[in-house]
């Protein structure tokens, strides 16, 4: 019997190096990560999903890897990672990390090597041409900060492929020393105790450019390659793919359910701020209906913000527009041209019913709920960062210096602390709001701890519920013969709302924004506030 505990995770992500500093330099570390594990278990999550921890020049907040098979210095040691996922596994916490194998640093030995000697084994470790395509703007994913995918390297006399920044050289991934090397790294965090893996760039992984003789199907076999060898290793292991595309593409990484466990729902992501944008469903509506059905051993990742910009690539351009106008006005507050990069208590303007709204919606879609650290208390952004450094900054556990996060100078700290304004940490910290039964923290205790009891929303079948009004999104998500129901208002009126043609009786209120009236077992009539929201278990399912 396949291990799905992911269906029903609680995923919470974090940056080592801006959660907790335990020693006083300013930047976070496994031993601080340590000593906050209460905190992530007293609030629920049940799934750690950890950034880049490895030894790195930074270019690109450590995606740029300069040592697979170790932690950074500045974070610790790799005895202080082993007893972190030993004290992660006491309180039923899993630990999954980034796996960064799409390219390296320029810093890393093996470029390194491939550059200095073209008949090193390492030459082919990267992908390299004499004569490089010409100019594609299309393929930047930088724009405005790359002018190319490729660069010239002056002492290997050879232009070298690089999808992200010039600092990033990308792997081979048709060569099978190549492809050794990733299952050597997988299989050595795998034996210090991790549970998977998150696929930084898949896409790019499966992508043919520049690499000779490789065509789409050898590079896409090596997802399931991937997951034969993860499978073999640790059954109960995961792989979390990050693939923003098409619903079409979507196959290609869940295959028959043999290749990735779960995907990223960005399609999933931007439509639901279109729909909340024009506090209209039926973008959501809409977006639901073209997912393509998924095997059921595969699983959605659901997400309001992460560690990155909210891209909005994949809507058209007037479509991106309704979204910046309503929630990202100013050009600062825009990356990419395409992307957002604010948190999203700025972007609801503090509206505290809006922010319930939000995550309960996403806690309720089908798949699993990801927190990304400081949501969980309402945490803001700060704007004059360059880059997605604005959503970066480090964590705020009390009123105290720099936010109880460090001891070191506030000049010294890794990222700057929020420390002025509405979202500054005297105001807004972890401390304050677990003595306020109406804080946000305490608020999601509670949507953590009822979205545990409702294991339909991750595992079920999901159905869009057609109501009387444009502004209610209602859906049912039903397993093993139970049922949920959730209703979320996009306005800020209130309404009554009729699900038409329901077949469901006598609902059960779990969850909502206030507390309402029972709902009578044969009216189909239901009350919602402005930006109401409200969980139902249907006691019993007529013709079922």
């Not at 209209?280 to 209906?289: C, I, M, P, R, T």
Request: aromatic share 12%; proline share 5%.
């Amino acid at each position: 019997m396949q291990n799905l505990w992911y269906k029903n995770a609680i995923v919470y992500s974090l940056d080592v190096e801006t959660f907790m500093d335990s020693d006083g330099d300013g930047i976070g570390d496994f031993q601080g990560l340590t000593k906050c594990l209460n905190h992530l278990s007293g609030l629920g999550i049940t799934c750690l999903w950890l950034l880049p921890f490895y030894p790195s020049p930074n270019r690109d907040n450590g995606y740029d890897v300069m040592d697979y098979y170790n932690v950074d210095p500045r974070l610790g040691t790799l005895g202080d990672f082993v007893e972190f996922v030993h004290q992660s596994q006491e309180r039923g916490i899993r630990v999954l990390i980034d796996l960064v194998v799409n390219h390296t640093s320029n810093q890393h030995p093996w470029f390194q090597a491939a550059a200095r000697d073209k008949h090193s084994k390492y030459r082919e470790y990267y992908v390299w041409s004499d004569n490089p395509p010409k100019y594609n703007p299309e393929l930047l994913l930088f724009p405005n900060v790359e002018e190319s995918i490729w660069e010239y390297h002056e002492q290997a006399k050879s232009y070298y492929l690089h999808h992200f920044y010039k600092e990033q050289p990308d792997l081979n991934i048709a060569n099978p020393a190549v492809q050794e090397e990733i299952r050597k790294i997988m299989n050595f965090w795998l034996q210090l105790g991790v549970s998977g893996f998150r696929i930084d760039a898949a896409p790019f992984l499966i992508n043919p450019i520049g690499i000779k003789e490789a065509e789409h199907p050898e590079l896409r076999s090596f997802l399931g390659q991937m997951r034969d060898f993860l499978s073999s290793q640790r059954g109960d292991a995961v792989l979390l793919a990050e693939a923003n595309v098409e619903p079409d593409e979507i196959p290609v990484y869940f295959g028959k359910g043999d290749k990735m466990h779960l995907l990223f729902s960005f399609l999933l992501n931007q439509h639901m701020f279109l729909a909340l944008a024009r506090e209209e469903s039926a973008a959501l509506h809409d977006e639901l209906k073209i997912l393509p059905d998924i095997p059921h051993i595969c699983q959605w990742l659901n997400f309001v913000r992460h560690h990155d910009e909210l891209t909005l690539d994949r809507l058209s351009q007037s479509q991106q527009q309704e979204i910046f106008q309503v929630f990202a006005p100013d050009k600062n507050m825009q990356i990419f041209g395409h992307g957002v990069r604010r948190r999203l208590p700025p972007m609801l303007g503090g509206n505290r019913r809006r922010i319930e709204l939000t995550y309960s919606l996403m806690f309720t879609l089908p798949g699993t709920p990801l927190l990304r650290y400081g949501e969980e208390i309402g945490m803001g952004d700060d704007l004059s960062l360059e880059g997605r450094n604005s959503v970066r900054t480090v964590m705020q556990w009390s009123d105290e210096p720099n936010g109880g996060f460090s001891t070191a100078p506030s000049d010294a700290l890794v990222r700057p602390m929020i420390a002025q304004g509405e979202y500054g940490y005297k105001r807004v910290n972890v401390a304050s709001q677990q003595r306020d039964p109406a804080s946000l923290i305490n608020w999601m205790e509670r949507l953590i701890r009822i979205r545990k009891q409702c294991p339909e929303f991750g595992q079920g079948k999901c159905h869009i519920l057609n109501t009387n009004e444009v502004s209610v999104f209602a859906h049912c998500c039903e397993w093993k013969g139970n049922a949920v129901i959730a209703l979320h208002n996009f306005t800020d009126k209130q309404c009554i709302v009729t699900i038409e043609g329901s077949e469901y009786k006598h609902l059960i209120d779990l969850f909502g924004d206030r507390q309402y009236e029972s709902v009578d077992g044969n009216s189909h009539s239901i009350p919602l506030e402005g930006y109401g929201y409200r969980w139902f278990r249907v006691k019993t399912i007529a013709n079922s």
